[in-house]
């Protein structure tokens, strides 16, 4: 099983074609394979969406301390998520809110 959620949907449609045509190449008689995929939304409802990401973007800062002895303030940083509407792109971006 592989999940591709977004991920495809973060790739070129020359990227998606390329993608799509490995795993044809790997399926064999008798396999199946079955691909979700959603209409583009309003880049309001999208954005909105993914602000509930704040929690998980911002764990990046404390793997980080973690496992790279980095010295973020997790406090200091804020999630800024942006939508293109173009590409259908989601971009979650960490600010600081500090210099």
């Keep these: 099983m592989i999940f591709l959620g977004t991920s495809i949907g973060n790739l070129t449609n020359e990227e998606q074609k390329r993608l799509l045509g490995m795993i044809a190449r790997t399926l064999k008689k008798g396999d199946e394979f079955m691909l979700g995929v959603d209409l583009q939304k309003d880049p309001e409802v999208i954005v909105k969406a993914y602000k509930g990401f704040s929690d998980w973007n911002l764990n990046y800062l404390e793997n980080m301390n973690q496992k ?8 200091n940083f804020t999630h800024y998520p ?6 259908g792109c989601i971009y979650l971006y960490l600010m600081s809110k500090v210099d």
């Design 82 to 87: 942006v939508y293109d509407p173009l590409t």
């Design 68 to 75: 790279l002895g980095a010295n973020f303030i997790r406090e």
